[in-house]
């Protein structure tokens, strides 16, 4: 097909213009997708910021600052950012969204806490555990369910008393670092004063 | 017309990129636990298939040949690229669960190998069949797959929020099923059922039985001996 004997100029010419068209194809189609993109981004954090905590439609990113403490406390689980929970113009609690490590990568999850430090709602955003096994950790609906009413000044002791899923060991463990992330995160705002700010 | 019908067809048949020619079958393995994903994954080869070899075809008189491989790839990562981008924005709950599949669509050995084997000997018309024919195979059989996990695995089948299949609670489905090791064994099924029915269609066409693959030195003409 091609001519048999092609110069170097040939060669280079041609990558480059098929490198020139590919680009222009793609930044075409990145304008195009742009905004619907970043629309999605933005709704899936919100249906999982409000799953986290029932009853609440509205949510406040804290400070810079506030963050690089919450993931100070949180330690070795990253903290994705920590939300103030509003209602009606008054901030009503907090909702920590962290990523432990499950079995097959990090579990995202937020957590929903009252402002007394009472669990109010556990939801996961993303994960990707094992298709049967470790995505029971949502599937069970009585799973995650009995993180809520954990209250932050006891949950060290209490969180280790529920049970876990037979077949899930290291996604149920995952699932709860999350929790206790989140409890840590509440502790430490909640000593910096986060909520009266 | 009727050689563009035989390529069309063999893409589905005799030369089924999954079952016959056996290529692109770690991201078909992974994605098949679901048979919504499994679909749009289905959707997303079947366009990169026929755009890259359209423009594949149409610029093979133009490449030359020491560097047609990076050509190919730069086409093949565009179109995957514009797949991604697309899915994220219009699909984001199957994106999610293709997850990285979707860019890895670009080292699926099926595009580049049609794109080599096919696309760059033959008209822009006929790689359109050939493009066709081999992603509507490759989606027939993973979807397949797919269904069949899913149902027997999960006990329920689900598409696009809708539950079309659900087997009574009591159903517990063995987890085998929805890994790996269960993927193998179903979709060795599938490849026998695909060869019997090779089988025949071959002898309704009276072509005859391809020799069973030479393997090793009898299979090479390098050296005569």
Redesign the interface.
């Known amino acids: 097909?091609?001519?048999?004997t092609?110069s170097t100029m040939?060669?280079i010419l041609?990558?480059v213009i098929?490198?020139a068209v590919?680009a222009a194809?793609?930044a075409l189609?990145?304008a195009v997708?742009k905004d619907?993109?970043s629309a999605?981004d933005r709704e899936?954090q919100l249906k999982a910021l409000k799953l986290s905590y029932p009853g609440v439609d509205e949510f406040e990113s804290v400070s810079s600052d506030a963050l690089t403490l919450a993931q100070r406390a949180a330690g070795e689980v990253p903290v994705y950012g920590v939300y103030k929970a509003v209602e009606n113009g008054q901030q009503v609690g907090w909702a920590v969204m962290v990523g432990p490590r499950g079995y097959g990568g990090p579990i995202r999850m937020v957590v929903g806490l009252d402002r007394d430090g009472k669990v109010v709602g556990v939801s996961i955003v993303?994960m990707?555990e094992?298709?049967?096994?470790g995505s029971q950790i949502v599937e069970r609906a009585s799973f995650l369910k009995q993180f809520v009413g954990l209250d932050a000044a006891t949950a060290e002791a209490d969180i280790k008393k529920l049970d876990m899923i037979t077949?899930a060991t290291k996604s149920s463990r995952g699932a709860r670092h999350g929790v206790e992330a989140a409890v840590a995160v509440y502790l430490e705002l909640q000593k910096s004063g986060g909520t009266t700010e | 017309m009727s050689e563009w019908r035989r390529v069309f067809f063999d893409g589905l048949s005799l030369e089924n990129p999954l079952t016959v020619l056996m290529i692109g079958l770690c991201a078909t393995l992974a994605v098949s636990t679901k048979f919504e994903g499994a679909f749009f994954m289905g959707i997303a080869v079947i366009f990169v298939l026929v755009m890259s070899n359209i423009l594949i075809a149409a610029v093979r008189k133009f490449t030359p040949d020491e560097v047609r491989i990076p050509i190919f790839i730069v086409i093949i990562a565009s179109f995957v690229t514009i797949v991604d981008l697309s899915m994220k924005a219009f699909v984001p709950a199957i994106y999610l669960f293709l997850g990285v599949w979707v860019p890895l669509i670009v080292v699926n050995c099926i595009v580049l190998g049609r794109a080599e084997a096919f696309a760059y000997h033959n008209s822009v018309w006929l790689s359109v069949a050939d493009g066709l024919g081999m992603g509507l195979g490759y989606t027939i059989i993973i979807a397949l797959l797919a269904a069949f996990r899913e149902i027997v695995g999960s006990g329920q089948l689900q598409f696009l929020g809708n539950t079309l299949i659900s087997l009574p609670s009591w159903y517990a489905g063995p987890n085998i099923v929805l890994l790996f090791p269960g993927a193998f064994i179903i979709f060795g099924f599938i490849i026998g059922a695909q060869h019997a029915l090779n089988r025949r269609l071959r002898a309704k066409s009276g072509k005859p039985e391809p020799a069973p693959a030479q393997t090793g030195c009898g299979g090479c003409t390098g050296c005569t001996k």
Not at chain 1, 1 to 4: K, L, Q, V
Not at chain 1, 130 to 133: N, R, S
């Open positions: 097909m091609a001519s048999r092609t040939q060669m041609s990558v098929v490198c590919a194809g793609l189609t990145y997708t619907r993109i999605q899936a993303s990707n094992t298709p049967g096994l077949g």
